[in-house]
């Protein structure tokens, strides 16, 4: 039985630590200028034979210039790019686990003939999963307003004020010119509370938190599982982002199958869906489109939607590849994501987020700007969803 890192009877029986090595470590590569010679050399030559079709006799044990170009050439036909985005002549980590899983399944076929050359059924060779990695990013603005604790817009201060004046007019019934010009901190309190309370206790608790809070965009994770995630696994908005992003994983996957195709077998390598330049075009074009506020779905503002009271419109995303499989008979396969979420609990420097009366009361708290507030609290922070075990799957033809 295998006892390291590689599975196949060629690279693991008996144990190579050469091989071993090249699979875990970078620095341990096997190039014409390094670890060039020896019986691991002559197992990657063995591989190029049985798997290619190459005859390297002449160099048998010698990483020779023949023996650099078939590893050229297999790299090219399975888009095995290096860090710079080209293909080199180097076996490295990503190179001898694409080899080994190979000569796998060769080994399973009974060694005859070339990998996609078996007769009879069709064949998918899926190269090992080596993630997690990330497929989609967009960071968020640390720089942004909402999260600012200086009064800097003064017309925006102003406005804010004039709402919650109005609101209290309102409530007592008298002239704005009968009461104090600037709202309580308990007032304030009161406003962000009545309206964010609408989105449930969760959602009020998102408010209670920036009451105490002294460290200014400071990161609270919501880990998955508990009740923010699942409010977002739930919501129309992610669940069709995630469709969306699911069929561009399908579309860009079959693009890497195209390109490695033979009239009986393709060969795929999820590991290029990695954002980058090796990423297939219809992934690397998908826009993220997660929206919590009222605005995307009306409804949510008029059912208490916790996520449009609690969240609204996101600030930042962060999608991962965490697990990939395939079954190299049908072609289908399976695999699973995590979204990273991030919001800001605060209120923008504008006039637009200082209406309302809730909006109004954080605008002010936020900034220090209430009568009686202690203004070492009421820090804005930043908010992190973790959605994980997010299923995908499909079938390639």
């Given at each position: 039985?295998?006892t390291?890192?590689?599975?196949?009877?060629?690279?693991?029986?008996?144990?190579?630590?050469?091989?071993?090595?090249?699979?875990?470590?970078?620095?341990?590569?096997?190039?014409?200028?390094?670890?060039?010679?020896?019986?691991?050399?002559?197992?990657?030559?063995?591989?190029?034979?049985d798997?290619?079709?190459?005859?390297?006799?002449?160099?048998?044990?010698?990483?020779?210039?023949?023996?650099a170009?078939?590893?050229?050439?297999?790299?090219?036909?399975?888009?095995?790019?290096?860090f710079?985005?080209?293909?080199?002549?180097i076996?490295?980590?990503?190179?001898?686990?694409?080899?080994?899983?190979?000569?796998v399944?060769?080994?399973?076929?009974?060694?005859?003939?070339?990998?996609?050359?078996?007769?009879?059924?069709?064949?998918?060779?899926?190269a090992?999963?080596?993630?997690?990695?990330?497929?989609?990013?967009?960071?968020?603005?640390?720089?942004?307003?909402?999260?600012?604790?200086?009064?800097?817009?003064?017309?925006?201060?102003?406005?804010?004020?004039?709402?919650?004046?109005?609101a209290?007019?309102?409530k007592?019934?008298?002239?704005?010119?009968?009461?104090?010009p600037?709202?309580?901190?308990?007032?304030?309190?009161?406003?962000?509370?009545?309206?964010?309370?609408?989105?449930?206790?969760?959602?009020?608790?998102?408010?209670?938190?920036?009451?105490?809070?002294?460290?200014?965009?400071?990161l609270?994770?919501?880990?998955?599982?508990?009740?923010w995630?699942?409010?977002?696994?739930?919501?129309?908005?992610?669940?069709?982002?995630?469709?969306?992003?699911?069929?561009?994983?399908?579309?860009?996957?079959?693009?890497?199958?195209n390109?490695?195709?033979?009239?009986?077998?393709?060969?795929?390598?999820?590991?290029l869906?990695?954002?980058?330049?090796?990423?297939?075009?219809?992934?690397?074009?998908?826009?993220?489109?997660?929206?919590?506020?009222?605005?995307?779905?009306?409804?949510?503002?008029?059912?208490?939607?916790?996520?449009?009271?609690?969240?609204?419109?996101?600030?930042g995303?962060?999608?991962?590849?965490?697990?990939?499989?395939?079954?190299?008979?049908?072609?289908?396969?399976?695999?699973?994501?995590?979204?990273?979420?991030?919001?800001?609990?605060?209120?923008?420097?504008?006039?637009?987020?200082?209406?309302?009366?809730?909006?109004?009361?954080?605008?002010?708290?936020?900034?220090?700007?209430?009568?009686?507030?202690?203004?070492?609290?009421?820090?804005?922070?930043?908010?992190?969803?973790?959605?994980?075990n997010?299923?995908?799957?499909?079938?390639?033809?």
């Amino acid at each position: 039985m295998p006892t390291g890192s590689l599975n196949s009877k060629l690279f693991a029986i008996p144990f190579d630590s050469s091989l071993e090595a090249c699979a875990i470590s970078d620095p341990a590569h096997i190039s014409l200028r390094e670890n060039n010679s020896g019986a691991h050399v002559a197992k990657i030559q063995q591989a190029l034979n049985d798997l290619e079709g190459v005859s390297l006799a002449s160099e048998k044990g010698r990483y020779g210039t023949n023996t650099a170009d078939a590893i050229s050439d297999y790299k090219q036909k399975r888009n095995i790019f290096n860090f710079e985005g080209k293909i080199d002549k180097i076996v490295g980590k990503q190179t001898i686990k694409r080899l080994d899983a190979d000569m796998v399944e060769f080994e399973r076929l009974g060694g005859g003939g070339r990998l996609l050359d078996q007769p009879g059924t069709k064949q998918f060779v899926f190269a090992p999963f080596n993630g997690p990695f990330r497929i989609k990013f967009g960071p968020d603005d640390r720089a942004k307003s909402d999260l600012g604790d200086q009064p800097s817009n003064s017309a925006a201060a102003t406005f804010a004020k004039r709402q919650l004046r109005i609101a209290r007019q309102v409530k007592l019934g008298r002239l704005p010119l009968d009461l104090p010009p600037d709202p309580t901190k308990d007032e304030c309190e009161a406003a962000l509370l009545s309206t964010i309370g609408r989105g449930g206790s969760d959602a009020r608790e998102m408010a209670t938190f920036l009451f105490n809070n002294r460290l200014r965009t400071g990161l609270r994770t919501f880990a998955d599982g508990t009740f923010w995630p699942n409010q977002v696994k739930k919501d129309p908005s992610f669940t069709a982002n995630n469709t969306d992003l699911s069929a561009k994983i399908r579309e860009s996957l079959q693009e890497l199958a195209n390109r490695n195709r033979t009239a009986s077998g393709v060969a795929v390598d999820v590991n290029l869906l990695r954002e980058g330049g090796t990423q297939p075009q219809p992934l690397k074009n998908q826009v993220t489109k997660i929206d919590f506020s009222g605005l995307g779905f009306n409804t949510r503002i008029a059912f208490g939607n916790p996520l449009a009271f609690g969240f609204g419109s996101i600030q930042g995303v962060d999608i991962r590849m965490t697990s990939f499989s395939g079954d190299a008979r049908t072609g289908t396969y399976q695999g699973l994501l995590i979204y990273r979420i991030i919001d800001h609990f605060g209120a923008d420097d504008s006039v637009k987020d200082a209406t309302g009366e809730g909006q109004a009361g954080l605008f002010l708290l936020q900034r220090g700007m209430a009568t009686g507030q202690d203004k070492s609290r009421y820090k804005p922070y930043v908010s992190e969803v973790i959605a994980a075990n997010v299923a995908f799957s499909g079938q390639l033809t």
